[in-house]
């Protein structure tokens, strides 16, 4: 048998879904049912282990995995010397510092001296002590936001997505101090076999994100305005031109981004495109 490269994933909470959805939309082929701790992929030298977030950074510097997927929160509260391989874009929060609604809050200054609970106590400390702001901080590993209720602790800091929790905990949201998303991340220096495996990974998870970006267009077009149109579009590489059976009409097929997508539609209907037909890109590869 061959090497695996191991990689590690949350067993169940936020990020496990679309950590796997990743994975088989790169064409790898597994089981995911996360009853089970390991599983190996059926068409790819991968194997998986399903484990609880926290406890993916030190499995990795451990070398009982060689990547995984976390929160980039996770990642920087452990302070691992591993690397971030991959931004994934998905599971998007903040953490932020809120506050009872009746404190006076202008800003970390007003955290002087107050007792601040939390689960993030790395990144707190370290946002502190840049802005010169000494503050009690109370490790807690849940239930961050009934902490003032009950008397424990006079802020919070809290991953927060919508706020509407914080809202019925009578906690207003007053300082945005870090941003995260997921997260691909590996140990440094594996050996040339896992690197080898690990890039061949990477090939698939780039294409399949890249996809994401990218919209697939088809339309008829006057000619005589095909160079205007092409002007517009700048594809990934020149479109692609047919010839229509109407001498004064052509076919046109390209990439787009999806960023430049709408502006391009309008432009390309003023320019008399007719019958455009948009769609999704499941895989690009340069
Ligand atoms: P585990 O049982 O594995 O320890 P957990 O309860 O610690 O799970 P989750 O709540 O599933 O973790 O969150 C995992 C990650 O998802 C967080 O570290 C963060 O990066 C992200 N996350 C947390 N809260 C939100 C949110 N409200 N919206 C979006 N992403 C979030
Ligand atoms: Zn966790």
């Not at 320019?271 to 340069?286: C, F, N, R, Y």
Request: proline letters at 3%; one cysteine or more; glycine letters at 8%.
């Amino acid at each position: 048998m061959g090497t695996n490269l191991k990689i590690a994933v949350q067993k169940s909470g936020r990020l496990s879904e679309k950590s796997l959805k990743i994975i088989a939309d790169c064409g790898i082929k597994f089981g995911s049912d996360a009853r089970l701790l390991r599983e190996e992929a059926e068409n790819f030298p991968l194997e998986f282990l399903y484990l609880r977030d926290d406890d993916i950074p030190r499995y990795i510097n451990d070398g009982v995995a060689d990547i995984g997927i976390v929160g980039r929160n996770e990642f920087d509260e452990q302070n691992l010397p591993l690397e971030v391989i991959r931004d994934l874009g998905f599971a998007k929060c903040r953490l932020s510092v809120a506050v009872p609604v009746k404190f006076d809050y202008q800003g970390l200054t007003s955290l002087e001296g107050k007792r601040i609970a939390t689960s993030y106590p790395g990144i707190l400390k370290r946002k502190l002590a840049e802005a010169g702001v000494n503050a009690s901080i109370f490790e807690i590993s849940g239930s961050v936001e009934i902490t003032p209720s009950i008397g424990v602790a006079d802020a919070i800091c809290d991953l927060v997505s919508t706020g509407a929790t914080l809202v019925s905990n009578g906690l207003k949201e007053v300082e945005q101090i870090y941003t995260s998303s997921a997260v691909l991340i590996g140990r440094k220096g594996l050996d040339s076999e896992k690197q080898i495996l690990l890039e061949r990974l990477l090939l698939r998870i780039d294409s399949v994100q890249k996809a994401k970006d990218y919209k697939y267009i088809m339309f008829n077009l006057p000619k005589a305005h095909l160079k205007e149109v092409a002007a517009i579009m700048g594809g990934i590489t020149s479109p692609t031109v047919t010839e229509l059976y109407d001498p004064a009409w052509c076919a046109v097929q390209t990439v787009i981004s999806e960023e430049r997508f709408w502006d391009a539609l309008e432009q390309l209907k003023e320019l008399g495109a007719q019958g455009i037909l948009v769609t999704a890109i499941e895989k690009l590869a340069d």
